[in-house]
């Protein structure tokens, strides 16, 4: 390569000179060229090159006299290469490790380098500091207590931008606004820990106050940019005060503040508000002050242009509902309902179904409130709302008579939707005897206005219908005629649909040969379903994700929202009433089992949990679950379990003491699984050996469908035992439990060695002792191939020496086991004997334990 001497000054040099060259040299002399140099390498990027330079960037990037520019570019040079060949670019810097965090979290050492990118939050310049937030922020969701130390430099730092004056950090001021974008940054790293301890407490509350105050303040610009920085650190700001849910005052004034923006010009704005207030709405603190903006939040429903607007005043208005505006709010919503965009209608219906359950104190009001959702939005009712309204319906005896009354008022309208209907056939067959004594509701009127819908309804409804006539049997004898005679109509007994035609048969000849009393117990009154959670209130959360419903149900249950008079009456158990069908079990509650017996259910009203899925013991292992955990000793992916029901598969990758492992669900069943809970379930000796950390999954697997699970793992120490994976849901209304070994074994951590024969067998003389040893001779299980044998000893995780044994029938592997703690240098030796069917295997290891679970793992595979 040219001498430097030789390169003119305006002549830039080969573009790979910069990162050949000295660093220090190249920093000083040609920033410009070695910038250019690391975006070539960038853009080009192939695994040669990352062989090239990978060693030669990093020392570019931590070089104390490296010009900022000239890090940055190396810093995104690191990361392009990271994403081309991983495996060769070394994590020597923190820039590198934030896009290698972000790809495999389970790789990044923290322990050495923690407190060094903690204090990066004091550097003097700003970009380093963004930078380093940035970072701390993403490990400190994954590691708190790694990062706490992280929370008083935080604050400091803030309350060093907010107290000071546009001029003072001018490099770093957008608009009149110091710093937003690391203001922000600090914010949401502070939202991943609780409120830190009353003398940094106090300095954050100062800080929060300052922002709050300067939102106050008149613009210092009129240009849009100066008002998007200034809320950007506004509403973050706000997100911590409600993180936090510490600080009445604090929490009062910004939901003051987002009051004001309600009813700002700016549509982004008045959305975040809406959105900000339903959080805000689920505090105890700041529930009184968000209900003062009900008429706004009203107005917006019926004025805003934005369908996305309207839907956030729909959930704020449904959050801040309770026992004192349950009526206005949702009279509001079925008024808005009529006017609605299709895309929120079946969610309105949905809210609205609930409150009027959740907060019906007078259930004839409740009765009204859904029959008019019916009338509204009846192809937006869901099967779960009417299967609800029934089933309170049948629970609760004040509201039998109203219902039976109101439902056949309904009926008499020219046209109905069919689920009226469906409500009107079950309410009528089961309670129409209540209203039986008004000439106006006599049972042949009640008959003649269900059979004028008959013929308008679709195969399911019709089902329905002729169950509610076999019951008009039972009820009223005087109309038994009268409904034989339909039942024996060829339209019934010679219907194209079989369930149709086996009803009408079944049901005629029911009504022709059973005596009073067969017709009064086959087809007595159907006894009270067993409270559940509301099926409304669960399709609401698969709808809107847990953070939008159940933390704001939990929030107002734990204020002690027991608006529906106490706890309901003990559940009785069922009886079937007809033929199975698909419209035989109307709630689909068949299958469900029994409410256990214990204290009466905490008041709630009828939204009680009795279903809650608690963790329940584990289940003994599946049918063929050691001989699955076997197979998984030598090799990483496959299935390790399948059933008619469910497929559990497995893809994981190992490096030095952690791995990380994805652990596939699959529903072989058209039935969706709910409450789906998979646990993995530790020894607490192997708790102190092998740390887990699992990814949540959602509580339902849709019928055909897989979900994914993520665990990362870390060895600290050696280990003999595996954790079990239990598997928990419901299928069809029956409770399932699935508990299989997970294939985490110590030959996991296996890293291959090479050795040549001199040094190999130096080695073993070195571990002689007879705490060292560990040998096993075995009769072989499987045919004695050599190259499977070779096969599953490279699989096992050891390096196969070759030329190495004086008998080259023999196997000989050498590795290196890594735990976090130790590391442990392992030899083995597996001698053949084909004449005898056998073998003999020695396995010799620094440690006793290490050498007795090797060889136990290994044995099993021939």
């Given at each position: 390569?040219?001498?430097?001497?030789?390169?003119?000054?305006?002549?830039?040099?080969?573009?790979?000179?910069?990162?050949?060259?000295?660093?220090?040299?190249?920093?000083a002399?040609w920033?410009?060229f070695m910038?250019?140099a690391?975006?070539?390498?960038?853009?080009?990027?192939s695994?040669?090159?990352?062989?090239?330079?990978a060693?030669?960037?990093p020392?570019?990037?931590?070089?104390?006299?490296?010009?900022?520019?000239?890090?940055?570019?190396?810093?995104?040079?690191?990361?392009?290469?990271?994403r081309?060949?991983?495996?060769?670019?070394?994590m020597g810097?923190?820039?590198c490790?934030?896009r290698?965090?972000?790809?495999?979290?389970?790789l990044?050492?923290?322990g050495?380098?923690?407190?060094?990118?903690v204090?990066?939050?004091?550097?003097?310049?700003?970009?380093?500091?963004t930078?380093?937030?940035?970072?701390?922020?993403t490990?400190?969701?994954k590691?708190p207590?790694?990062?706490?130390?992280?929370?008083?430099?935080?604050v400091?730092?803030?309350?060093?931008?907010?107290?000071?004056?546009?001029?003072?950090?001018?490099?770093?001021?957008?608009?009149?606004?110091?710093a937003?974008?690391?203001?922000?940054k600090?914010l949401?790293?502070?939202?991943?820990?609780?409120?830190?301890?009353p003398a940094?407490?106090g300095?954050?509350?100062?800080?929060?106050?300052?922002?709050?105050?300067?939102?106050?303040?008149p613009?210092?610009s009129?240009?849009v940019?100066?008002?998007?920085?200034?809320?950007a650190?506004?509403?973050?700001?706000?997100?911590?005060?409600?993180?936090?849910d510490s600080?009445?005052?604090?929490?009062?004034?910004a939901?003051?503040?987002?009051?004001?923006?309600?009813?700002?010009?700016?549509?982004n704005?008045?959305?975040?508000?809406?959105?900000?207030m339903?959080?805000?709405?689920?505090s105890?603190f700041?529930?009184?002050?968000?209900?003062?903006?009900?008429?706004?939040?009203?107005n917006?429903?019926k004025t805003?242009?934005?369908?996305?607007?309207?839907?956030?005043?729909?959930?704020?208005?449904?959050?801040?509902?309770?026992?004192?505006?349950?009526?206005?709010?949702v009279?509001?919503?079925l008024?808005?309902?009529?006017t609605?965009?299709?895309?929120i209608?079946e969610?309105?219906?949905?809210?609205?179904?609930?409150?009027?359950?959740?907060?019906?104190?007078?259930?004839?009001?409740?009765?009204?409130t859904?029959?008019?959702l019916?009338?509204?939005?009846?192809?937006?009712?869901?099967?779960?709302?009417?299967?609800?309204?029934?089933?309170i319906?049948?629970?609760?005896?004040?509201?039998?008579?109203?219902?039976?009354?109101?439902?056949?008022?309904?009926?008499?309208?020219?046209?109905?939707h069919?689920?009226?209907?469906?409500?009107?056939?079950?309410v009528?067959?089961?309670?129409?005897?209540l209203?039986?004594?008004?000439p106006?509701?006599?049972?042949?009127?009640?008959?003649?206005?269900?059979h004028s819908?008959?013929?308008?309804c679709?195969?399911?409804?019709?089902?329905?219908?002729?169950?509610?006539?076999?019951k008009?049997?039972?009820?009223?004898?005087?109309v038994?005629g009268t409904i034989?005679?339909?039942?024996?109509?060829?339209?019934?007994?010679?219907?194209?649909?079989?369930?149709?035609?086996q009803?009408?048969?079944?049901?005629?000849?029911?009504s022709?040969?059973a005596?009073?009393?067969?017709?009064a117990?086959v087809?007595?009154?159907?006894?009270?379903?067993p409270?559940?959670e509301?099926?409304?209130?669960?399709?609401?959360?698969?709808?809107?994700?847990?953070?939008?419903v159940?933390?704001?149900?939990?929030?107002?249950?734990?204020?002690g929202?027991?608006?529906?008079?106490?706890?309901?009456?003990a559940p009785?158990?069922?009886?079937?009433?007809?033929?199975?069908?698909p419209?035989?079990?109307l709630l689909?509650?068949?299958?469900?089992?029994?409410?256990p017996?214990?204290?009466?259910?905490s008041?709630?009203?009828?939204?009680?949990?009795?279903?809650?899925?608690?963790?329940?013991?584990?289940a003994?292992?599946?049918?063929g679950?050691?001989?699955n955990?076997?197979?998984?000793v030598?090799k990483?992916?496959?299935?390790?379990?399948?059933?008619?029901?469910l497929?559990?598969?497995l893809?994981?990758e190992?490096?030095q003491?952690?791995?990380?492992?994805?652990?596939?669900?699959?529903?072989?069943?058209?039935?969706?699984?709910?409450?789906?809970?998979?646990?993995?379930?530790?020894?607490?000796?192997?708790?102190a050996?092998?740390?887990?950390?699992?990814?949540?999954?959602?509580p339902?697997?849709?019928?055909g469908?897989?979900?994914?699970?993520?665990?990362?793992?870390?060895?600290?120490?050696d280990?003999?035992?595996?954790?079990v994976?239990?598997?928990?849901?419901?299928?069809?209304?029956?409770?399932?439990n699935?508990?299989?070994?997970?294939?985490?074994?110590l030959?996991k951590?296996?890293?291959?060695?090479e050795m040549?024969?001199?040094?190999?067998?130096?080695?073993?003389k070195q571990?002689?002792?007879?705490?060292?040893?560990?040998?096993?001779?075995?009769?072989?299980?499987?045919?004695?191939?050599?190259?499977?044998?070779?096969a599953?000893?490279i699989?096992?995780g050891?390096?196969?020496?070759e030329?190495?044994d004086?008998n080259?029938?023999?196997?000989?592997?050498?590795?290196?086991?890594?735990?976090?703690?130790?590391?442990i240098?392992?030899?083995?030796r597996?001698e053949?004997n084909?004449?005898?069917q056998?073998?003999?295997l020695?396995?010799?290891?620094?440690?006793e334990?290490?050498?007795?679970?090797?060889?136990?793992?290994?044995?099993?595979q021939?």
């Amino acid at each position: 390569m040219p001498s430097r001497t030789t390169w003119p000054v305006a002549t830039p040099p080969s573009w790979a000179w910069p990162c050949t060259a000295s660093p220090t040299w190249a920093a000083a002399r040609w920033p410009t060229f070695m910038g250019l140099a690391l975006h070539c390498i960038a853009n080009v990027g192939s695994r040669e090159m990352a062989e090239a330079f990978a060693g030669e960037i990093p020392k570019i990037l931590v070089a104390g006299d490296t010009m900022d520019s000239v890090k940055q570019s190396a810093a995104l040079c690191l990361l392009r290469l990271y994403r081309t060949s991983p495996d060769l670019v070394p994590m020597g810097d923190w820039t590198c490790l934030l896009r290698l965090y972000r790809t495999s979290p389970d790789l990044v050492p923290m322990g050495d380098w923690t407190s060094r990118v903690v204090h990066l939050l004091n550097d003097q310049h700003l970009g380093v500091v963004t930078a380093a937030t940035s970072l701390i922020t993403t490990l400190a969701q994954k590691n708190p207590e790694e990062f706490k130390t992280s929370v008083s430099l935080a604050v400091s730092r803030l309350s060093r931008i907010v107290t000071s004056a546009s001029t003072d950090l001018q490099d770093y001021t957008y608009y009149f606004v110091p710093a937003p974008w690391l203001s922000v940054k600090l914010l949401r790293l502070l939202q991943c820990y609780p409120p830190p301890d009353p003398a940094v407490r106090g300095r954050l509350t100062e800080c929060l106050e300052t922002i709050l105050n300067k939102a106050q303040e008149p613009p210092k610009s009129k240009k849009v940019q100066h008002s998007n920085a200034k809320n950007a650190a506004l509403f973050e700001a706000i997100s911590l005060v409600i993180h936090h849910d510490s600080e009445p005052n604090l929490l009062v004034r910004a939901c003051n503040q987002l009051g004001q923006f309600l009813q700002h010009r700016e549509t982004n704005l008045r959305y975040l508000a809406l959105e900000s207030m339903c959080t805000l709405a689920s505090s105890e603190f700041s529930h009184e002050a968000v209900k003062t903006h009900i008429e706004t939040v009203t107005n917006a429903l019926k004025t805003e242009r934005d369908v996305s607007v309207r839907q956030r005043a729909v959930d704020l208005l449904y959050a801040m509902c309770d026992r004192s505006n349950a009526q206005q709010i949702v009279a509001e919503m079925l008024s808005y309902l009529e006017t609605a965009d299709y895309s929120i209608r079946e969610e309105i219906v949905l809210k609205v179904a609930v409150l009027a359950e959740k907060y019906a104190v007078d259930y004839t009001w409740y009765v009204d409130t859904i029959l008019g959702l019916i009338r509204v939005a009846g192809d937006f009712v869901s099967e779960e709302v009417w299967y609800r309204v029934i089933q309170i319906v049948v629970n609760r005896d004040d509201a039998q008579g109203y219902a039976a009354k109101t439902v056949f008022e309904a009926l008499q309208a020219p046209a109905c939707h069919e689920n009226l209907v469906k409500v009107g056939g079950y309410v009528l067959g089961e309670f129409g005897n209540l209203i039986a004594g008004d000439p106006r509701s006599s049972p042949l009127i009640q008959f003649n206005l269900l059979h004028s819908k008959f013929h308008l309804c679709s195969v399911p409804t019709r089902a329905l219908l002729l169950s509610t006539y076999i019951k008009f049997v039972n009820l009223f004898p005087e109309v038994k005629g009268t409904i034989q005679d339909v039942l024996r109509s060829d339209s019934q007994l010679r219907n194209a649909d079989v369930e149709l035609q086996q009803r009408a048969v079944e049901y005629l000849r029911l009504s022709t040969v059973a005596s009073t009393d067969i017709l009064a117990t086959v087809l007595e009154e159907m006894p009270p379903f067993p409270e559940r959670e509301s099926s409304i209130l669960a399709k609401l959360k698969r709808k809107k994700g847990p953070s939008t419903v159940t933390d704001l149900e939990e929030a107002k249950r734990d204020r002690g929202a027991d608006v529906n008079g106490g706890p309901e009456p003990a559940p009785a158990s069922a009886s079937a009433a007809s033929t199975p069908s698909p419209s035989a079990d109307l709630l689909g509650l068949g299958a469900a089992p029994p409410v256990p017996a214990g204290p009466p259910p905490s008041s709630g009203g009828l939204l009680v949990d009795v279903f809650s899925d608690s963790p329940s013991a584990v289940a003994p292992l599946a049918p063929g679950s050691e001989d699955n955990f076997a197979r998984f000793v030598c090799k990483n992916n496959g299935v390790l379990f399948e059933n008619q029901l469910l497929q559990i598969g497995l893809k994981s990758e190992f490096r030095q003491n952690l791995g990380r492992m994805f652990i596939f669900y699959g529903n072989k069943t058209s039935t969706q699984f709910l409450s789906f809970t998979p646990t993995l379930v530790c020894s607490d000796s192997l708790q102190a050996n092998l740390s887990l950390r699992t990814q949540p999954v959602g509580p339902t697997v849709d019928g055909g469908a897989q979900v994914q699970q993520a665990v990362n793992i870390e060895c600290l120490s050696d280990f003999a035992e595996a954790p079990v994976l239990s598997v928990q849901f419901r299928y069809g209304g029956t409770f399932q439990n699935v508990s299989v070994k997970l294939p985490i074994t110590l030959n996991k951590f296996f890293q291959p060695t090479e050795m040549a024969s001199q040094d190999f067998f130096q080695r073993w003389k070195q571990l002689s002792s007879p705490q060292q040893e560990v040998q096993s001779i075995f009769r072989a299980k499987h045919p004695m191939d050599t190259e499977v044998t070779k096969a599953k000893i490279i699989g096992f995780g050891s390096a196969l020496l070759e030329d190495v044994d004086p008998n080259p029938a023999n196997f000989v592997g050498a590795g290196i086991i890594h735990t976090k703690t130790s590391q442990i240098g392992c030899l083995l030796r597996l001698e053949p004997n084909l004449q005898a069917q056998m073998y003999r295997l020695t396995l010799r290891t620094s440690r006793e334990t290490v050498s007795q679970r090797l060889c136990e793992l290994l044995s099993e595979q021939f």
